[in-house]
């Protein structure tokens, strides 16, 4: 039994920043503390560091994720610590987590084990205040809107076609929908709105995708926040809040510089949601640590259809930027999950049918891996498995996942950097090293899955169907004006940015393994114009948390020492 | 003409914050950066330091102002410097100022011309981001309690008695009242309620008061929330929020360090409300800026009736320091405009009859002066009157403020600190440490204007007819019945915080001067049991501000080298 998450991590020894940034290439002089174990690293830096070598891009993705999640952060930790036990220097490049549900159920998201980004406290809660700013420069664009309704709607906004709402790092329900404006008439325009969690808002996105301060003003700029009555957009520069945001961001576009367990640095930086956005982190940190070294690893959110997808063709088309190698994370128990003869629940233990040996069932279920391993392929990049090692597993359903994976021309190691930190994934990081060194890799070198100049439906229909493995796409009648309308209105050249669940290839959760035969309903269409993605709604899309029962937040406290507890 | 406030900060020659610390005999292994021009000091400190000399506290106050402000942070700068020019070691203790007004009309709160705190930028954003805390703790026992609500409301809360709201740092009139809870079923309950400003967060007040991080956690625990159809009140404690909260505010609670543009350090904490809470900044800043030399100088919220009031009766209860000297700033406009024949309007030039030379208009006016010199005397401190000199002031208007500070025997001293920097408030500087020097000063040292065992009745009438001059107080039914209920409920002991207009020292905005022959009314009384004072409302308290026409939001912006641009 190894000690809990919190345990080891305030039990690790860190190492001064200075000599995690110096291990990068990165000097001191470049660096901003912020509190003893977090610095912020200058934007300088881009250009100051442009003359080292270009270090291989690698992103770490999984299979279809059951609701536990199957430990991508942990592998990410792990491959990062693995690759510099065997002399290639590495960075590493997460989210920043969202303390909604850090006080929720879901805990925090550092790593776990032996394979954590410390000091895990500091990173679940406030950090170096980066998402503070973003629900800052998010509410400071609602006031001036509804300010603008106020002093009298100069640009003709209707207020039923308003699409900037509020957003809090809470899990609150109770603000999801809410009427604003009451009381007297110097009390505002009453209006229904509600608040979406910040790792949500536009704003999010926007810090995550930009390569400069002045990108990021320009995109801030170019938010759409409703539209008029004759269906105008109407952005954030028409109603004067874009300059204001961009100060309020100024230094959160400034990524953060933490270490591991084993003092491998890592740059922690934005947290765009993983459905409605594209949920990867910063590009900024990735031009920064895309010099710091032999390799940067990178996550992405959500299983390879998700957050894998997005990576290659929303995050790397704005940041210029290609990868090398992708990692795919698979674990037994969601290969079992897969086969559709399981059902697990966030915060139950799992079923004892799952824990039997069953090789055979992996293989069934492993039709999901087969599929996310030819998703990585389809960009020309060379896949490797991560088999994330559990206690329960056994050896024969190990060998069902290795198999898959080279019959699909995956590379593959088992890991177990949860228990045994960098050593435990010594032969992952082997394998990615090769499949990264592999010149343009078996399939050619990376490539888009479509060109800029596609139609909206073209994109989402080449996802939809090369992607998910849907025979088609249906559009609601709202949601083909929708994309029309965005058309004329000049969004046509934007990736799309399929929100759908992350528990299925398919649109519908409950779907297990690579399903076939159905197609992807698309219900309605919305637009981020800044952060430059058009997102089609193929399913319901929470976008603002509840607290459950026993939420975290009533159980994380203080001890008498003043040391935190119960927060995981 | 001198340049624009953020010319002169940007301009500044801003000392290593360890060589600010190290002048207050605070060493680096206490402090934590935030930041290039920042720092935390861990709260060891108060510990480590206790064996050093106290130094004299000031508490600096001013006349009631005009809605422009009369330079009470800029003073508060300007002596602190001054006094380090005498040879005598100053540290300076404000409020952070609130954000939301920052994008308003008001602009920032960092002192003014050469008497400034920098950077102004950081100082008037986020900081090191304790305003976000506050909010994010705040936000997190409003989810709370809505999902206590949800999830079968167990403590029997009356959801009409419910006195949490929500807040935010931004001014946004349209979340002055909301309805949450709208949508279907699992979307929580709906309700009337609605958003405050971050400053009047009671966990802000409880911050500001707070001297450790256990006794914070005791203060979170006994927040009342709302009361039972009983009539019960329900705690933070009750509900399963006050751990969090702590958790959520274990780095806030340290003071943040920064310095002036002569480089004297400054304790920059925690910033209250000055009408619904006591408007003065955190008690940890002051018991470690009171080790820090052989001045600590503070300043209090609004006028000498309001945030040194609360500063003698509320803040000092709290810390169990006592203050050896009090300023208080009087300025020619005010003291004309007291006169009432004048009405100053913010964002309007001063009315031309204003500027002409009258010493006898500041005679008639200077009724507000002689009242708030009383009201420090009432305390048994010493008073010093500094004049806060303008460019259009006429010598014998200086004259004449100084003939009625001698009158009621306080010091005085005309000050430049504006255009000069230290050197400007050097005569106050000598004043206010020959005040401070001088054992118990003529009216026996401090003492508090009631003793805690006194009714709340008498508390309120004691401070409205002893400070604000009243002839007495009348109760609305309700407020009757709710002082009634509170000391029913065991918070009889609690002092006072009488939230009334902070332009006159009535409880009519519109009465100048030292208003007579006037009775208080009390319209409802609030209880901030975890901050540990009783409110009465005497007028209508704005907690939500909003924006005007052509709000700062508006101007707020980067230039071409990624300067901010049009912050003041």
Redesign the interface.
């Known amino acids: 039994m190894i000690p809990q998450d919190l345990q080891i991590a305030q039990a690790a020894s860190l190492k001064p920043l200075d000599d995690v940034a110096g291990a990068m290439g990165i000097g001191s002089h470049l660096l901003?503390?912020?509190?003893?174990h977090v610095a912020?690293i200058k934007l300088a830096a881009i250009d100051e560091l442009a003359d080292r070598p270009r270090a291989k891009y690698v992103v770490v993705s999984a299979v279809t994720p059951t609701p536990l999640g199957e430990g991508k952060t942990t592998t990410t930790v792990g491959l990062g610590q693995a690759l510099c036990q065997i002399g290639r220097q590495a960075t590493v490049a997460i989210r920043q987590p969202s303390?909604g549900p850090t006080?929720g159920i879901k805990g925090g998201a550092a790593g776990g084990g032996y394979s954590q980004v410390v000091p895990m406290?500091v990173l679940n809660?406030?950090l170096?205040?980066d998402f503070?700013?973003v629900?800052?420069a998010h509410?400071?664009l609602?006031?001036?809107l509804?300010?603008h309704l106020?002093?009298g709607n100069a640009t003709g906004l209707d207020t039923h076609a308003i699409t900037w709402r509020r957003v809090?790092?809470?899990?609150?329900?109770?603000?999801?929908?809410?009427?604003?404006?009451?009381?007297s008439r110097?009390?505002?325009?009453p209006r229904?709105t509600g608040f979406d969690i910040t790792a949500a808002s536009e704003v999010m996105a926007i810090f995550a995708l930009a390569r400069s301060?002045?990108e990021m003003?320009e995109r801030f700029g170019r938010v759409v926040v409703g539209y008029t009555r004759q269906g105008t957009p109407v952005t954030a520069e028409d109603i004067?809040?874009a300059?204001?945001m961009?100060?309020?961001m100024?230094?959160a576009l400034k990524p953060n510089l933490m270490q591991t367990l084993e003092n491998t640095p890592v740059l922690v930086h934005a947290g765009p949601f993983g459905n409605i956005a594209h949920g990867n982190s910063s590009v900024v940190a990735d031009l920064i640590g895309i010099r710091g070294g032999d390799f940067l690893v990178t996550e992405a959110g959500f299983g390879a259809d998700m957050g894998a997808e997005r990576f290659f063709n929303i995050k790397c088309r704005a940041s210029g930027l290609t990868p090398d190698a992708a990692v795919v994370v698979a674990t037994v128990r969601a290969l079992k999950a897969h086969s559709g003869r399981h059902r697990i629940v966030a915060g139950r233990p799992l079923p004892e049918a799952l824990l039997a040996e069953n090789p055979e069932e992996v293989h069934v279920g492993g039709a999901n891996l087969r599929k996310q391993i030819e998703n990585i392929r389809l960009h020309g990049v060379s896949p490797v498995v991560a088999i994330n090692a559990f206690p329960g597993d056994h050896p024969s359903e190990h060998a069902a996942i290795a198999e898959i994976a080279r019959e699909m021309g995956a590379r593959v190691a088992v890991c177990t950097h949860f228990t045994e930190g960098g050593r435990g994934a010594r032969e992952l990081a082997e394998a990615v090293a090769e499949a990264a060194d592999e010149p343009a890799g078996p399939d050619g070198g990376f490539r888009f899955l479509y060109p800029d100049s596609a139609g909206l439906r073209e994109k989402i229909e080449t996802i939809a169907t090369k992607v998910y493995g849907a025979d088609g796409v249906d559009y609601d009648g709202a949601a083909a004006r929708q994309l029309a309308t965005y058309e004329a209105n000049g969004y046509g050249h934007l990736p799309v940015c399929i929100a759908k669940t992350h528990l299925s290839l398919s649109s519908d959760p409950s779907l297990t393994g690579a399903p076939t035969g159905w197609r992807l309903p698309v219900r309605e269409v919305r637009a981020s114009v800044g952060a430059g993605f058009i997102y089609p709604i193929c399913g319901d899309m929470r976008t603002m948390p509840?607290?459950g029962?026993t939420?975290?937040?009533?159980?994380?406290?203080?001890d008498e020492e003043?040391n935190?507890v119960n927060?995981s």
């Open positions: 901003e503390a912020y509190g003893e912020k303390m006080f406290d809660l406030h170096t205040g503070h700013a629900t800052a509410n400071l609602s006031a001036v509804d300010n106020f002093q809090l790092d809470v899990n609150d329900r109770a603000l999801r929908n809410i009427i604003v404006g009451l009381g110097t009390d505002g325009i229904q301060l002045h003003r004067g809040g300059g204001a961009t100060v309020i100024r230094d509840g607290l029962a939420p975290a937040a009533h159980l994380v406290d203080i003043g935190v927060l």
